[in-house]
């Protein structure tokens, strides 16, 4: 740094600052000059260059020829001695040369300042750009994340469904194979009117053997809820050996009903043995023959 900038800096500060040593004002003057701007830095020194240019030339002399006699005096002397009009031109040409070098300089700071700027916008938008960029990783790894849950979710459901349905199936093949099965009997009227045939009909759950596949079995129980509930549809006239609670065949309806209930949540390929055995269609069988006016005492006895 030159040693005039810094000089200039310390007389600024002397006369500013009150009770400060010498050394701290350098300092404060080191410090303040280290941050200007290259620009004005330029600007400042091309002024002081100029000044002294001008000064110079200002106490230069100048020598005319009067009455043959050379006379030389300083050009500042002929500047003031001069007309109003011409005093105002030259230092509006001064003037002029300096404004015309701090326009220069004014045009290129703000240059630099807008290259600045724009530096500034394109790592904004690097940055932006990362930011981004790490959202829509962290979103990515959120929806697998999720997306694994859910399959694990599902999995553990389908889990649990499955070891219900074999629970299930394991307890209406018991229910079906049971010696202890409490039957029941009812008297139907075959038709409306007075008179008609009338029959005993039963659940035969002696078609059921421990022979049986679970297929044989469920298409087995298939045939006889339907023929059962088509046989059902009759006037019930009398229902004989009415077991208490009809405990077997609520213990069976339910069954059938929880085996359909569990549907959604089986993995695929028990999800085809229920499409197989029909299983939906037994448990709207069980609900249809589970009707109270089929298990009363007496039934409605139509006329």
Same mark, same amino acid.
């Given at each position: 740094m030159s040693r005039p900038a810094v000089w200039i800096v310390f007389a600024y500060l002397w006369w500013t600052i009150d009770d400060k040593p010498d050394d701290v004002l350098k300092r404060y003057a080191h410090r303040y000059w280290s941050g200007v701007d290259g620009l004005i830095k330029f600007g400042l020194a091309t002024t002081a260059i100029f000044l002294v240019v001008v000064i110079g030339f200002a106490l230069d002399g100048t020598c005319k020829v009067i009455d043959g006699e050379k006379m030389c005096e300083m050009r500042f002397l002929v500047l003031m001695d001069a007309p109003a009009n011409e005093i105002g031109d030259t230092l509006a040409g001064l003037a002029g040369g300096l404004a015309f070098l701090w326009l220069v300089v004014t045009v290129l700071l703000q240059g630099k300042e807008l290259a600045a700027q724009r530096k500034e916008l394109e790592l904004t938008r690097l940055e932006m750009m990362g930011q981004r960029e790490a959202a829509q990783n962290l979103a990515l790894a959120a929806a697998e994340q999720a997306d694994l849950a859910r399959q694990q979710n599902t999995a553990l459901l389908e889990e649990?469904?499955?070891?219900?349905? %074999?629970?299930?199936? &394991?307890? !209406?093949?018991?229910? &079906? $194979?049971? /010696?202890?099965?409490?039957? +029941? *009997?009812? $008297? +139907?009227?075959? *038709?409306? #009117?007075?008179?008609?045939?009338?029959? #005993?009909? =039963?659940? %035969?759950?002696?078609?059921?053997? /421990?022979?049986?596949?679970? %297929? *044989?079995?469920?298409?087995? $129980?298939? !045939?006889?809820?339907?023929?059962?509930?088509?046989? &059902?549809?009759?006037? +019930?006239? =009398?229902?004989?050996?009415?077991?208490?609670?009809?405990? *077997?065949?609520?213990? $069976?309806? %339910?069954? &059938?009903?929880?085996?359909?209930?569990?549907y959604d949540k089986l993995p695929q390929d028990k999800k085809l043995l229920c499409n197989a055995w029909m299983v939906s269609n037994i448990a709207a069988l069980a609900r249809e023959v589970e009707k109270p006016e089929y298990w009363a005492d007496f039934g409605p006895r139509r006329n």
């Open positions: 649990r469904a499955s070891a219900t349905f %074999d629970r299930l199936l &394991l307890e !209406i093949r018991k229910m &079906l $194979l049971s /010696d202890a099965w409490e039957g +029941v *009997d009812w $008297l +139907v009227r075959l *038709d409306e #009117y007075e008179g008609a045939e009338t029959k #005993y009909i =039963y659940f %035969d759950y002696s078609a059921f053997s /421990d022979e049986q596949s679970t %297929d *044989d079995m469920m298409s087995r $129980l298939f !045939i006889e809820f339907a023929k059962w509930a088509r046989e &059902l549809t009759g006037c +019930v006239l =009398y229902t004989e050996r009415l077991p208490m609670m009809r405990n *077997d065949f609520r213990r $069976l309806f %339910d069954a &059938l009903k929880l085996l359909d209930a569990q």
